[in-house]
């Protein structure tokens, strides 16, 4: 077989779709989900090359952005429902359920969800939000952690992100993180797998444009954990950069490995001013 | 009894007699087409809710019967109209002879 | 190895058809399931509309509604799917209208078909063609 550039390829079938088939995307479609609206375009982080920052919603069919709009019609609220129950369940050798201590309900997040993954002082580590859920379930309700990437582990992270929608993320990205957020930074930018290809070339340097059919994003993450039509399910920050990865013909790092980790930082910094939307809706 | 199977259904609280209004419902549950197949290459059997219906004080609102063509966590939006205060009944059947319902209160005038 | 402009268009444009999955449609079970329903009764156009999108953004969900005022049942064929029925609507004396809305699975470009059941026993029918693409990089 001939030796051919692959991302050669890959440019020629990307530039032979700009403008094709699908509807155009409409920059100044509205997200305003039951009278809220949620802001899908802000001035981007002084450290990005690009002008503005944008919610994967605005790439979106406008009947896939109708479905977020409504939180009934939204079927990822079915699974924070489901959470909203396991909250209330007692689970684990000490008797108790989230609802024991956090006798304020979920609410009491507000704000939690714009700010991970963060530097937690008193644990010495960078944690994100299956972090915190699980290092409180094993301390104070003696249960088993939950797996991440899993049903019960994804509407539980639902749960507690809807109570930020709305709020800007805003993550810091100096500090005691500055080394994680450099590494992340750096897997962002660094091309891999078969197809040789960086997340980069697609999210920065194609976003608005069409692969094969599909509408290329940003790559925000403002938005996990997210309903994909595609599976009929949530799906977390992780197993998506995981699918990624796959689909590039690369080996997937670990779902909650350090590289995940810092990419999951560095990708949140990149929404900075983006507001929350999780759980939202996506192809 | 399929596993994590939970109804939603929004009902408004009042309406006036005569005049109709929305409901909407959604309830989790899988839909196994019987269309997929395993990684043997065996097919998986058909799994799915079969039968949808909404009765108000006892008579029928709407029906529906559901192939495997219809998505994971079946979602109807249809319209009620009413004379008299009471309430809605839903029931969802399953192929594999479970029933799922909820029920919601309304009030007219 | 050079590609010429003409190997690049040629692998483009087979890339786009092939991103369409083709249409179909499987005569014989759509005819039967149309016949069982129209129960000898003539099949006319209009008097039922069906509101599905020009292109699903994805397959496994798509939102359709059908609206037929006067109907007493309709039903909703995929043309294209393996098994056409997708769901049948049965309107009773408290329905506010007779109309509905619902979500399914387009296994490929295909027409849509619903079909209203009158209270005079009259068969109506509403088609929709519904492109259904592969996806991108997602799937």
Redesign the interface.
Known sequence: M???TLS??IA??L???AG????QVDLDAVLNIDGTVITTRAPAPDFLDIDEVISGWVY??S??Q??QMDDFDN?AMLFVDQAMDDWNRVDGTEGKSCASCHTNGPEEFAGLRAELPRWDAERGQMMNMEDYINYNRVTYMGAEPLKWAKPRMDAMVALISLQSRGMPINVAIDGPVADIWAQGEEIYYTRVGQLDMACAN?HEDNYGN???????SQGQINGFPVY?????KLNSVQARFK??MK??RAEPYAVGSDEFRALELYVASRGNGLSVEGPSVR? | MAENVKPRVRVPRSASAGE???IKTLISHKME?G?RKDSDGNRIPRSIINHFSC??NG??????????????N?????????QESGTFTFTWLDDDGSEYTDSKDITVG | ?Q?TRRD??A???G??VA??VPFQAFAGANEDEMAAFANGAEITDGGVELTA?E????G????I?VSAPGAVSILIL?TG???P?????????????Q?????????GTQDVVALAKMADGSIKRATSTV?V???????
């Not at chain 3, 693409?133 to 799937?139: L, Q, R, V, Y």
């Open positions: 001939k030796k051919f050669a390829t020629a079938s530039a032979l779709f094709t088939a699908s509807a979106r069919a009947e896939t109708a479905l079927p697609c069409m692969i094969r059919a599909d509408r290329l994909r039509l595609k599976n009929a699918g990624c689909n590039i192809n | 109709a209004f929305e087409s269309q009765d108000f008579e029928n609102v709407m029906t529906a019967i559901l192939e495997g063509a219809i998505s994971t079946p979602y109807f939006q249809f319209d009620a109209v009413i | 190895m590609f690049t268009l692998m483009g444009a890339a786009a991103t369409l999108p292109i699903a953004e994805n496994n969900t798509v939102p509604s995929a799917n393996p098994q029925r997708v769901v049948e609507f049965g309107f009773g004396p408290l329905a506010g209208s109309s509905a809305s619902t979500r399914c699975r387009l296994a492109k693409t592969i996806g991108g990089c997602g799937g």
